[in-house]
């Protein structure tokens, strides 16, 4: 077994998050992008990366609850109030009423339409509200992405994103054992990354987030939609 220091994973612990952090650092000031980098920014580059570590939380909030959500609540509601109003009728204003309208629907299956009306309605509306949440995700991303996008540009950062990234799963770590109390590692530093994303790992880490190459690639992504550079 590897030992933590020689491995290229790190545990998910303090004196892991301590070293991936330093190693982190240590790959960004050897990255050939950062080394073509004006001295004067890289001697203020990680003063500024420290100052953009609370961009990951969602300052944007975005309205999912819609007028058309609203209303379709307000038509669920109201099929339901004719149902429960139809049950309340006593037998015989029951039978009078559906002789009085004998050639439509008798009362008791207009009370069951009118349930499966509103079921209907309801399900429409939970598929809207994945949809909206969704599309709220998409363009809080979308939103954080471009301003980190904009900093980094003005630090000289071009919005390079490697898309041959390893998906790291505690058990890929070379110097896992099976355990029932294994933990999670962290990224591995030894491939070839972007600047960008180095820099957006480093963010992610000091803002106390969890560091995922998955998250990182799509916060680009997104991110490029709203900043094209």
């Known amino acids: 077994m590897k030992s933590a220091e020689n491995s290229e994973y790190l545990p998910d612990t303090e004196a892991g998050r301590l070293l991936f952090r330093e190693r982190l650092i240590a790959k960004i000031q050897q990255h050939r992008d950062f080394k073509v980098l004006p001295g004067e920014t890289q001697s203020i580059f990680f003063d500024e990366l420290a100052a953009l570590t609370i961009f990951g939380s969602n300052n944007c909030p975005v309205e999912t609850y819609s007028p058309r959500i609203r209303r379709l609540e307000k038509l669920a509601a109201s099929y339901r109030r004719v149902s429960n109003s139809?049950?309340?009728?006593?037998?015989?204003?029951?039978?009078?009423i559906?002789?009085?309208?004998?050639?439509?629907m008798p009362l008791q299956q207009q009370r069951n339409l009118m349930r499966q009306l509103a079921a209907q309605v309801d399900g429409l509306i939970g598929a809207m509200s994945q949809t909206s949440t969704g599309t709220s995700e998409r363009l809080s991303l979308r939103l954080?992405?471009?301003?980190?996008?904009?900093?980094?540009?003005?630090?000289?950062?071009?919005?390079?994103?490697?898309?041959?990234?390893q998906k790291i799963a505690q058990d890929d770590a070379?110097?896992?054992?099976?355990?029932?109390?294994?933990?999670?590692?962290?990224?591995d530093l030894s491939q070839s990354m972007t600047l960008a994303m180095l820099c957006t790992m480093?963010?992610?880490?000091?803002?106390?987030?969890?560091?995922?190459?998955?998250?990182?690639r799509r916060l680009l992504q997104e991110g490029k939609k709203g900043f094209p550079i």
């Open 86 to 96: 139809i049950a309340l009728l006593s037998e015989i204003d029951v039978l009078v």
């Open 98 to 104: 559906d002789d009085a309208f004998q050639h439509s």
């Open 144 to 165: 954080q992405g471009a301003s980190l996008l904009k900093q980094l540009d003005k630090l000289g950062v071009a919005c390079k994103i490697n898309n041959n990234f």
């Open 174 to 187: 070379p110097h896992h054992e099976r355990s029932a109390d294994a933990q999670r590692y962290l990224p």
């Open 202 to 216: 480093l963010i992610l880490f000091d803002s106390g987030q969890l560091v995922e190459w998955s998250y990182c």
